[in-house]
């Protein structure tokens, strides 16, 4: 799960430099990241991630 969590995060980070390179808001990079690896790439995020983040986003 902790591993999940650290991709998840450093993929995002890496998308927003890339976003920022490009002349774009580093945002737009975080969010291409979130679509391209959402819920459908399987067994690439754990899926008690998958299951915290649901009740993250009911919380917020």
């Known amino acids: 799960m ?14 927003g430099q890339l976003a920022r390179r490009l002349g774009a808001p580093p945002l737009i990079g975080m969010i291409v990241v979130g ?4 819920p459908e790439v399987g067994d690439a995020i754990a899926p008690q991630v998958l299951v915290i983040a649901d009740d993250l ?3 917020a």
């Open 2 to 15: 902790l591993g999940s969590t650290i991709w998840i995060l450093l993929m995002g980070f890496f998308g």
């Open 35 to 38: 679509i391209l690896i959402g």
């Open 57 to 59: 986003r009911t919380f």
